[in-house]
């Protein structure tokens, strides 16, 4: 019970640590993305630092379990991530900012062109990852070309950015004399990770700072991501048995606790392009990237990774399949609304528990 117990404190220690690590790493990724129009700073720089954590974590995950094993706790990790920003995220987000949106006369009425751009995306990656996890191994050309993938997402997002003109251009902030009291001690802003008040206390933004605050929030998720990785297969071994089921579940709600917390602030603040492409965003970012550079960097090393028949394998499909269908319904009902009310952020949370009790419950027994 002890090792239970330590490893479970462990998580949630972690899951704190990423958290507070996602937060330096977004606050500098809203300065070098602050001239970026709605829809794409939510899907690229937010999704990248809310899914750094899937990296990890699915990195370790790997290497520690090495093989078929790890490779379906991995993409379990990822899976069950994509599964909480797909449903969870953008149900929470309708459902705090709902009276906020209310008392100002305003609707929720996001960008469906976006939300149809990066949920078909997704769909793509999904029937893609679904290919994959059909072969008989997976090599480093295939992971490139799983990695490549994002590559086509991003080029049509950097055609966006071309096109757009922001209104006001942004300059960076500067502090005044409030803020100087308010800055908290340097001791007290390493304890919150707050990488920018450690390294550059005083100092405004500039590409330079926020490149290395970018840097170091990164080397904080990295360890952060360890620590869990360790603990979800110290989970596992606990209860005999595999690492699938602790990383559908407790790894992935560890990882996704950054992108809903910056979805639901993006949300407050009225920007629910950002929020819900963010959510998106994440989902595609874990596919391409979080699952195809571990893997990558894997076969590189040890040569092709074999797929061996089995139970996991099976599970990890079943998984997949169901992640499509999950996907086509939250896209619908997020898209075709003329607004979005409490009762869809309550039917995407419904969803969530029903892929839960009726998909991963089932696969316990299996």
Not at 97 to 107: F, Y
Not at 152 to 180: N, W
Not at 292 to 310: K, M
Request: net charge negative; with cysteine.
């Amino acid at each position: 019970m002890e090792t239970l117990l330590i490893a479970l404190g462990t998580i949630l220690g972690a899951s704190y640590a990423i958290h507070l690590a996602a937060s330096s790493f977004e606050e500098a990724a809203n300065f070098l993305g602050r001239n970026m129009p709605p829809g794409v700073k939510g899907a690229t720089l937010n999704a990248i630092a809310s899914s750094l954590p899937e990296v990890f974590t699915t990195f370790f995950l790997l290497f520690y379990l090495g093989d078929t094993i790890g490779f379906a706790s991995g993409l379990a990790t990822c899976a069950g991530s994509a599964m909480f920003n797909m449903t969870v995220i953008p149900g929470l987000c309708i459902l705090f900012t709902a009276s906020v949106v209310k008392q100002r006369g305003e609707t929720i009425s996001p960008n469906k062109k976006l939300i149809l751009r990066d949920g078909a995306f997704f769909v793509v990656a999904e029937a893609i990852l679904l290919y994959v996890v059909g072969l008989n191994a997976i090599s480093a050309v295939v992971s490139g070309l799983l990695m490549l993938g994002y590559g086509f997402y991003g080029a049509t997002l950097i055609r966006q950015v071309r096109k757009f003109s922001p209104p006001h251009p942004q300059t960076p902030m500067e502090h005044d004399a409030e803020d100087e009291d308010e800055r908290p001690a340097r001791w007290w802003a390493l304890l919150q990770l707050d990488t920018r008040n450690v390294l550059f206390p005083g100092r405004d933004w500039t590409s330079t700072t926020a490149t290395v605050v970018l840097l170091a929030a990164t080397l904080f998720l990295g360890i952060a991501c360890d620590f869990l990785a360790k603990a979800v297969v110290d989970v596992a071994r606990y209860f005999d048995i595999s690492p699938f089921f602790s990383a559908v579940i407790l790894a992935a709600a560890g990882t996704s606790i950054p992108d809903a917390l910056l979805s639901i602030k993006d949300a407050q603040k009225g920007n629910y392009e950002d929020a819900l492409s963010n959510a998106f965003g994440s989902n595609i970012f874990n596919i391409f990237v979080a699952l195809g550079l571990p893997v990558f960097v894997y076969t590189l090393i040890n040569g092709p990774l074999p797929l061996e028949a089995g139970v996991d394998m099976e599970r990890v499909k079943t998984l997949c399949m169901s992640l499509i269908g999950v996907s086509i319904i939250a896209v619908s009902i997020l898209a075709f609304p003329g607004k979005l009310t409490r009762r869809h952020g309550g039917a995407l949370l419904g969803i969530y528990g029903i892929w839960a009790l009726g998909t991963v419950l089932p696969l316990a027994f299996s």
